[in-house]
């Protein structure tokens, strides 16, 4: 039988990269996103190439969408192997005290509380399927280190880290591991802000040993490894994929 995976924010960047290497794997997947237009038209040209995969509309920080994608994936497959969650957004840069209590909590609901309700209602069904399940969460490189002016974000990414830790230690025991990649700066339309300016972007995306940005497709060969049979003795662990970002 087909494994099955969940991948959210899998219209583009790192999550499309993910559900096309799963896609490789031989896997089913279920694409979620809050932008309908772009999913409805990037699964059906995977369907149509081929692939076992379906788009649902989901926010991930609400709980209701979040608890609907789990169930319509179970629906569609009859199980859920794989959760990937992968959505997040950066915050408008400044000082935190110049920061909304809106702006805020938006980023916290999406990176920090999205990734806990992902977990939340799809372990109940990995718990059911006979193997287990594995789960990756998208931390960043900026849950390790400090960084002037994305204070919400920094705190988001560095909640994942230790949240992915107390889910290996609840579920361990169901043969769930859960482990999360630390991307650094990578090829995707999150960091458009800072490639517009050209002096910081040379400056970004050369803070690394090895002088590059990462693609996409990096950070999705190590979620792929992560979640596969081959890191099956790997739990509870943030596996950088920096070009050597956090060492530099
Ligand atoms: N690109 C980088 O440099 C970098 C570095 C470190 C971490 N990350 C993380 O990688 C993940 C993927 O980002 P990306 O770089 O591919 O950027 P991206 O902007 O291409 O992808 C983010 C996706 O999440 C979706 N999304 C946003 N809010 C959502 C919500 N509430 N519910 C569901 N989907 C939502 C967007 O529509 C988009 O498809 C994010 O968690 C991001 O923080 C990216």
Known sequence: MKKVALVTGATG?????????FIDREMAIVLCDIDEEKGTSVTE??????AEAMFVRCDVSNEEDVRDACQKAVDQYGRLDVLVNNAGIGNRETTLTELTLSE??????VNLTGVYLGMKYAIPF?????????????????G???????APYNASKAGVITLTKNAALEFG????RVNAVAPGVIDTPIVDGWREQE???????SAN???RVGQPEEVANAISFLASDEASYITGTTLMVDGGGLTY
Not at 104 to 109: E, F, R
Request: charge should be positive; charged fraction near 25%.
């Open 144 to 150: 390790f280190k400090g960084k002037k002016f994305v």
């Open 173 to 176: 025991r169901d043969q769930i």
């Open 104 to 109: 805020w909590q938006k980023v916290i609901d």
């Open 126 to 142: 990995m718990k059911e399927s006979d193997g287990g399940g594995a789960i990756v969460n998208v931390s960043s490189l900026l």
């Open 13 to 21: 960047g790192i999550g499309l990269a993910t559900a096309k290497r």
């Open 45 to 50: 040209t995977l369907v149509n190439d081929g």
């Open 199 to 205: 002096q910081k972007w040379k400056i970004m995306s």
């Open 209 to 211: 040993a090895l002088k």
